[in-house]
């Protein structure tokens, strides 16, 4: 006998009572279409990762990112000046110029990973490029640049673009970073507390002023993954272009009062400083 039915469901038989319509059975709601498709390209870029070998971005070795083309990023951090229209835009709204700094130029095999892991669907490079990110840090800390006690906050990513990819690789890197500084002896957070409102379109094609248009008023300050209000926060990027990006993260949490101790990038498109450290620290 059937059980758990109501009194005026289906007999037994299966047939519905007499004089009564049988009832359609309760449909599920609709799966979006884009969730739907962003779903499928993750489980087919997994399916991928488990049959076809994966080459280094940077010079097409057998092997998913080489020890030559990773040397590139092994190199001390090395400090860049913002555009000038970025910073306008700080002085502007009366916010100081953090100290910014990159792991190298946006050219070469780095400018193939970070692609790769962006466009290619290779999600296994963010991570490995966070942890360059995580002893470029490290050494910041060692110069005395950045203060120990540090929270981790990526840029955003629109968060089309975050499905597209299966996940952000922005937050990938953050996460990756910290678990180095951790194996390091040094506990960091990651506090993923700015996202992009919509609007914000993709700014490949943009000039620096179409980049600053762009994002002008739509990166927020989510509460639900602040920082600890007694820890520095440091902004972390794949890419400095134009600085548009930095600038409206700067002024998002500065205006939620959480000022920003310093900015790191994989590569900069702007040129390099060199930055003049102890020698216990190079």
């Known amino acids: 006998m059937l059980t758990g039915m109501c009194e005026d469901g289906p007999t ?17 709601p609709p799966v979006p279409l884009r969730r739907t498709a962003a779903g499928l390209l993750g489980w087919l870029a997994e399916a991928v990762d488990l049959v076809l070998p994966r080459n280094c971005p940077g010079c097409h070795a057998p092997v998913p990112w080489c020890p030559a083309c990773a040397a590139t990023l092994a190199g001390r951090p090395r400090a860049v000046a913002l555009p000038d229209l970025a910073l306008d835009r700080l002085s502007m709204a009366g916010l100081p110029v953090p100290a910014v700094h990159a792991l190298t130029r946006y050219t070469g095999p780095v400018r193939a990973a970070i692609l790769a892991g962006k466009e290619r669907g290779r999600r296994d490079l963010p991570p490995v490029l966070g942890e360059a990110l995580g002893r470029g840090l490290a050494r910041l800390q060692d110069a005395a640049v950045l203060p120990d006690d540090l929270w981790l906050v990526p840029a955003p990513t629109r968060p089309s673009a975050a499905r597209a990819r299966g996940g952000d690789p922005v937050q990938a890197m953050a996460r990756a970073a910290a678990r180095t500084l951790a194996e390091l002896g040094r506990p960091t957070g990651v506090a993923p507390c700015l996202s992009l409102a919509r609007g914000a379109r993709d700014s490949v094609g943009l000039d620096a002023a179409g980049r600053a248009a762009n994002l002008a008023g739509r990166i927020r300050f989510r509460r639900g993954g602040v920082p600890t209000p007694s820890a520095a926060a440091v902004l972390l990027d794949d890419v400095l272009t134009s600085g548009a990006t930095v600038t409206g993260s700067l002024q998002s949490l500065a205006t939620a009062g959480f000022p920003v101790a310093g900015v790191l990038v994989l590569a900069s498109v702007p040129p390099l400083r060199p930055l003049v450290l102890p020698v216990e620290a190079r």
Do not use: V
């Open 12 to 28: 037994a038989g299966g047939a519905p009572p007499a004089g009564r319509r049988a009832r359609p059975a309760a449909l599920s």
